[in-house]
């Protein structure tokens, strides 16, 4: 069996993009040599490796399985090249991470300082919920992934991040702003407003409040911190949301943050990868600008 580098990597676009065209326009080429690389990659492989339906691509089951090689394959390749340069002295390659949408108010600036002492090094930056996380960790996407709770049947590397405390909000004018020391159980009369079943936001909360006994009236399920603060600072529920979400000053934002029993609730940000992944060199010196913020935190 007979096929390139370039004509995986045209495959991968074509997976990830959809359509010949799309996948076209991301590699910069043709459309008409997109279709010739793919119909020899096919008749390489002698099998069908995607099909057309409703004018959408989908992977066949060799397509799969040659999706995940040709991932690989090119993961091997961008690390050589890497190393190839670090051997000459050189920083440049691309820098792959994927977070959850809670940890976009912290670790977008640490990347910001990698990148100004790093200028050739491209960033390809995914923020999702985690179980977006979750399924590019799965398919081995990207280096390096930020969450506060990790998925417990995928076998991990760990490091530890940030704290990730989780604080009890509400409208500014609600009457129970400025009380102090609230129990638990006095939330149990309010309205929650929390985010959607499966964010590690909800998964600790959902677990603090089992334990306690206590099972919240939820009016609400956003995917959205921001969508959270302005529906908390209109007066229609409290609300569980990582302190990082909020401003220096919640008083400018409506918001009052509650003196709750509990609380804040302590969560903590891993920075992960798949167990048995060799980083490449970029992956490698970002990790350690994490670990070091990690460290300047703790100061």
Known sequence: MHSTLRQLRLFAALAEHGSVTAAAKACHVTQPTVSMQLKDLTDAVGLPLYERIDNRIHLTQAGDDLLRTARAMSDEWAAFVQRVDAMKGLTRGRLRVALVSTAKYVVPRILGRFCARHPDIDIALEVLNRDGVIARMRDNRDDLYVMSIPPADIALERHPFLPNPLVVIAAASHPLAGKKRLSLARLARERFILREAGSGTRLACDAH???????????????????IREVVAAGMGIAVVSRHALGSEVADDGLAILSVAGFP????WWILYPRGKSLSPIATRFLDELARSRESQGR
């Open 209 to 227: 409040f089992k334990r306690a006994g206590l099972v919240p009236d939820v009016r609400l399920e956003i995917g959205s911190n921001e969508a």
């Open 265 to 268: 609730l302590h969560s903590n």
